[in-house]
């Protein structure tokens, strides 16, 4: 028998493991800027040329390599930051599994040029492909200049896949800030197409979080600060009133190292409930200091999941700061009012023995007699008196707590009862249901009771009964696909309609967020965005499209940025104003969690019924789903 099994060159073990630790650029950005970090690098400056596929290049002050150690950094599982499985569980670096710089290679083309502190002459190193070409002496300053070329040069399916330069360049931009913001102590550069987009020299954790983020974050973060024998939480949350619905700037680190933690997430989450709206997000950015022995970061080759030893009491420690940094802003005084050297300013207080000039007549009422000047010359009184108001209070009081209350819609377009909704109408003997096996299970059937009836579960979902069974329907989903079907229809045309605002709206982007605007700003305006940029991150909206009341034009644009950063798109037009319109869906759909009328609900379903496919949203996920009869007689046997 012939034998099959046989070992992997190393350039092609090194593109095996590219694949799993160089994702994209901001991959190598990662990579790079944290070994200069581990370098004790106190400046570092980020390079890139069309969105990290032409160049990436980083440069830092630290201690450099000799010539041997240069040629070795790019052997797999060479490295300086461990000798032993042992240290594993103690470590102080960024990095530690000796694969980053042989993934790069093996995808790239390398150009390093490197000298110690002291050294009078360093190294040139250029690598192609995993292939060493030359190394040579080279006159250049002490620390490192990294160039990595022609990214995915020899993977053109990998290189095919990348993103648009605008999303390549949002997703560099988002590494960069995690970065800059785990090592606020470091100077940081960094350079787009020779535009310098960000510079920082080494300051406080606020300080670095304004530098970012932009200095509005000033006055909307409080302090967060506790010291324990487990851990040592250090950081900022921000105020309930700032909370977002979407972009919400969340970042946690361990050891500076930043970190994606589910669980501590929801450990702040808890703290702002009832704080905020439950589609809402608030800010934080929390620094967590643990004894390395009791984490685990060897989980994932891109180290940012971390496994916690003491997740429990970790959790119980960060909730009980974070609640203690919002009852301290909470119950903070308002006014701090100096009483030294006040003067005594004399106090009235009535009793028995106070006297003043003032007659009080105790049986006056207005609605029973009239003053001495005639008819009260009050406007509203004839009205009250038309409208039937008694003539005493208690009246009064009676007819007004009989006045109806007018609540406001959380649908667009809720009509009043008894309507006309096309294939449902509000209070009739039936409606309906479009024929559908996916939607109803066994068969379409109409409503068979006497009168149209919702109910609502947990604020999410509306329960109706149907011949067939149950119909359950996520309100925010039904939602989603009812303004998807709408904006679809305005968006269609050379150019959709847009309304001008009678004052233009200015707003602040992230910098990853302004990147990718500048890219879609002319697909906007056939969309109806009127938008002006007006240097910095900062923008302006003179028209938007036409929108439900209630949704927040800034919130619709930053929906929109966001699904355009996570999915691809060409250049037909018209798949584009879908994803656009899908994008402005979401961000104006009602959410699950708010508590529907009895009106609204009917309304929404109506609404929902109507359209040719209410089953599935446009992304595919179900809207409706239908408990049988069947099903409901086994659950109760």
């Known amino acids: 028998m012939t034998d099959v099994i046989r070992l992997l060159p190393d350039s092609v073990a090194n593109q095996i493991a590219a694949g799993e630790v160089i994702q994209r650029p901001a991959s190598v950005v990662k990579e790079l800027v944290e070994n200069a970090v581990d370098a004790g690098a106190t400046s570092i400056q980020v390079i890139v040329k069309d969105a990290g596929r032409s160049l990436i290049q980083v440069v830092d002050n630290g201690k450099g390599m000799s010539d041997t150690d240069a040629r070795m950094a790019f052997e797999r599982h060479a490295t300086s930051k461990i000798e032993n499985a042992d240290d594993l569980?103690?470590?102080?670096?960024?990095?530690?599994?000796?694969?980053?710089?042989?993934?790069?290679?093996?995808?790239?083309q390398v150009d390093l040029r490197t000298m110690p502190k002291g050294a009078e002459v360093g190294t040139r190193l250029i690598i192609n492909g995993s292939k060493v070409e030359s190394q040579e002496p080279e006159a250049c300053a002490a620390g490192t200049n990294m160039m990595v070329k022609n990214l995915f040069f020899n993977v053109p399916v990998r290189r095919k896949f990348l993103k648009r330069d605008s999303v390549e360049l949002s997703n560099i931009l988002r590494e960069f800030e995690r970065l800059a913001l785990v090592n606020p102590g470091l100077d940081f550069e960094f350079v787009n197409n020779d535009s310098t987009m960000h510079r920082m020299i080494g300051s406080s954790m606020k300080q670095r979080i304004l530098d970012l983020f932009g200095k509005g974050l000033d006055k909307q973060l409080l302090p967060v600060s506790t010291s324990t024998p487990i851990v040592s939480i250090e950081g900022f949350i921000g105020r309930p009133e700032n909370?977002?619905?979407?972009?919400?700037?969340?970042?946690?680190?361990?050891?500076?190292?930043?970190?994606?933690?589910?669980?501590?997430?929801?450990?702040?989450?808890?703290?702002?409930?009832?704080?905020?709206?439950?589609?809402?997000?608030?800010?934080?950015?929390?620094?967590?200091t643990v004894d390395p022995h009791t984490i685990d970061v060897n989980i994932h080759p891109t180290k940012n999941e971390i496994k916690f030893e003491n997740e429990t009491p970790i959790w119980q420690i960060l909730t009980a700061a974070v609640k203690e940094a919002i009852g301290k802003f909470n119950a903070g005084p308002g006014i701090d009012f100096d009483v030294v050297d006040a003067p005594e300013i004399p106090v009235f207080r009535p009793d028995k023995t106070a006297e003043h000039s003032i007659e009080i007549d105790t049986t006056y009422n207005p609605f029973r007699q009239e003053s001495a000047a005639g008819p009260s010359s009050w406007s509203g009184g004839d009205s009250f008196k038309k409208a039937g108001i008694g003539s005493d209070w208690d009246q009064l009081y009676e007819e007004f707590l009989g006045q109806p209350t007018v609540v406001e819609s959380k649908i667009s377009g809720m009509p009043s009862p008894g309507m006309d909704l096309g294939d449902l109408k509000v209070g009739s003997a039936e409606a309906t249901l479009i024929p559908d096996d996916s939607m109803t299970g066994r068969n379409g059937g109409k409503w068979s009771d006497d009168e149209v009836s919702t109910i609502q579960v947990n604020n999410r979902f509306i329960v109706s009964a149907t011949s067939s069974g149950l119909m359950v329907v996520d309100q925010h989903r039904a939602h989603v696909k009812i303004l998807y079907e709408q904006f679809v229809e305005q968006l269609s045309g050379s150019r959709a309609l847009s309304q001008r605002v009678m004052f233009p709206e200015v707003f602040s982007l992230t910098s990853a967020q302004s990147a990718v605007l500048t890219d879609i700003t002319e697909k906007l305006s056939d969309c109806g965005f009127e938008l002006s940029f007006l240097g910095g991150d900062s923008w302006s909206i003179s028209a938007q499209p036409m929108l439900p009341d209630g949704v927040n034009p800034v919130e619709a644009l930053t929906a929109v940025i966001d699904d355009y950063r996570h999915s691809r798109h060409d250049d037909d037009i018209g798949k584009w104003r879908e994803t656009v319109a899908l994008s402005l869906a979401r961000s104006g759909a009602v959410r699950g969690g708010t508590k529907l009328g009895a009106e609204e609900r009917e309304h929404l379903m109506a609404q929902l019924l109507r359209l040719p496919t209410p089953n599935y949203t446009p992304d595919g996920k179900l809207i409706i789903s239908v408990i049988s009869t069947d099903d409901l007689s086994g659950m109760l046997r």
Do not use: W
């Not at 361990?254 to 933690?261: L, P």
């Not at 589910?262 to 929390?286: G, M, R, V």
């Open 243 to 288: 909370a977002r619905k979407r972009n919400a700037l969340q970042y946690l680190m361990v050891n500076g190292r930043h970190m994606r933690h589910p669980y501590f997430h929801k450990a702040i989450l808890t703290c702002f409930e009832k704080l905020i709206p439950s589609d809402s997000q608030p800010n934080y950015f929390l620094c967590f």
């Open 89 to 108: 569980f103690s470590l102080h670096t960024m990095g530690f599994r000796g694969e980053a710089l042989a993934s790069i290679a093996a995808v790239s």
